[in-house]
């Protein structure tokens, strides 16, 4: 799973080359000189730090890179490791290594506030991932104990993110400051920069108004593997996660029943509550707005058949027809189920125009996305590589490779 999760994250992270905010943050970052590339590119080299913050955020910018946690797990873990791996000359199999202790901290963490961060106002990529990627980051350098502890002790005061920034760029950014903060706080501890015996204690309970998150009990790490229980799931739309249940659904039974967007007379989505406060726009102008839009997201299936990267327009998004159809769209947020606890499926129905009403039903979860080779040679097109087949040997290989170093060098010839 870790293999793939770099290939997924790799194949994400270079379709976002073109993305406004990856160009803003190149600029931001040219004097941060150093030896890691941006986007795999060796030609343009900076600190290790800067270049997670350019690749975690590129990562995240369009939306595509894997969930669980309720987060993005690595679109944090994967460009700290790749900088960090790549400054030391590390080999493959300890970067995937370390990638699984990131993923199992981070597991650790989220299991412990029972109150879904989102609701909060918190974005948990970045509430979580900086502590995650510094564990990750700590165990591919060989740390002892007491500088893993600082480290980790610093993340607690590196940490931060809001979901008011969704719709913004500054959303993607908050995945490259976990990630690169993540390198910093390793190294501030390497340093013997000194940080309390419990910040990250203190940051849980900090992030825990009602004082409801678990501090006192004992860690599941060793026991429980989050790799089983909890494992990635890879993104087969590039928008928000909480619209790809209904975005299956739709897409289903518009093939099912052969309706396109001219049989539609209305399309109602009940949705889970936290999902629901995801999805923050009904009449998105731009393809960063229309990621957190169910209505964008069911018009654009009904009127295309799909949800690709293509379709993330600022023109489609804005076009007549688009805006005319999104209005057809309700979004209604799911009450609590009888028992009083909160809705655990999703719903779409569909009214046509000849008088039929479709309806999905309960929809528990979101179909899992199998086509992962297809999905990084798109993103590798999308981001104006002709290598993509090269590239995807080398990372399936990633295991093998002895230095790190040599996937930026390996990587680097085919760019256009």
């Known amino acids: 799973m870790a293999r793939s999760a770099f290939i997924d994250l790799v194949g994400v992270m270079l379709a976002a080359r073109d993305e406004p905010v990856v160009g803003k943050l190149t600029a931001h970052t040219a ?16 600190s290790a730090s800067a270049a997670a913050l350019v690749n975690g955020t590129a990562a995240h910018a369009l939306d595509y890179d894997d969930v669980q946690f309720n987060a993005h797990p690595s679109t944090v873990l994967v460009p700290a490791l790749l900088a960090a ?38 974005h948990p990529t970045s509430v979580l991932g900086t502590a995650a990627a510094a564990a990750a980051v700590a165990y591919l350098r060989g740390l002892d104990a007491a500088t893993t502890q600082a480290a980790l002790s610093l993340a607690g005061s590196f940490t931060g993110g809001v979901v008011a920034n969704f719709g913004a760029m500054s959303k993607s950014i908050h995945a490259g400051r976990a990630a690169s903060s993540a390198i910093t706080t390793v190294d ?26 678990d501090l006192a009990g004992a860690p599941v790490l060793g026991r429980q ?21 209904p975005l299956d659904a739709l897409l289903e039974l518009a093939a099912t029943h052969g309706i396109t967007a001219a049989d539609v007379e209305a399309v109602e989505v009940e949705i889970r509550a936290t999902q629901a406060r995801l999805l923050r726009f009904d009449r998105p102008r731009t393809g960063l707005e229309a990621k957190f839009s169910m209505h964008f997201g069911a ?62 039903g309960e929809i528990a979860a979101a179909t899992p996305h199998r086509r992962l080779r297809e999905k990084f040679l798109d993103c590798c097109q999308a981001g104006g590589r002709a290598d993509g087949e090269r590239l995807l040997g080398l990372l399936e290989q990633l295991h093998e490779i002895d230095d790190l170093r040599q996937l930026a060098a390996g990587a680097s010839p085919d760019w256009r």
């Open 299 to 360: 018009a654009c299936a009904l009127l295309r058949g799909r949800v690709a990267l293509a379709d993330l327009d600022d023109a489609f998004v804005a076009s007549a027809e688009t805006q005319a159809l999104m209005q057809k769209v309700r979004l209604v947020e799911r009450g609590a189920q009888p028992g009083g606890g909160p809705a655990m499926a999703d719903r779409v129905v569909i009214r046509l125009r000849d008088g039929r009403t479709l309806d999905s």
């Open 188 to 213: 501030m501890a390497q340093e013997g920069i000194t940080a309390g015996d419990d910040g990250l204690g203190g940051m849980l309970a900090a992030l825990s108004p009602s004082a409801a998150v």
């Open 85 to 122: 791996a790549e400054r030391s000359a590390a080999p493959g199999e300890r970067v995937l290594r370390a990638y699984v202790a990131g993923y199992e901290v981070w597991g650790e963490l989220h299991r412990r506030e029972p109150m879904p961060y989102h609701d909060k106002g918190w």
């Open 31 to 46: 004097d941060a000189a150093g030896p890691c590339s941006l986007l795999l590119r060796k030609g343009m080299q900076r």
């Open 225 to 245: 593997w989050f790799f089983l229980d909890k494992p990635l799931m890879f993104k087969k739309y590039p928008v928000c996660f909480a619209t790809h249940r």
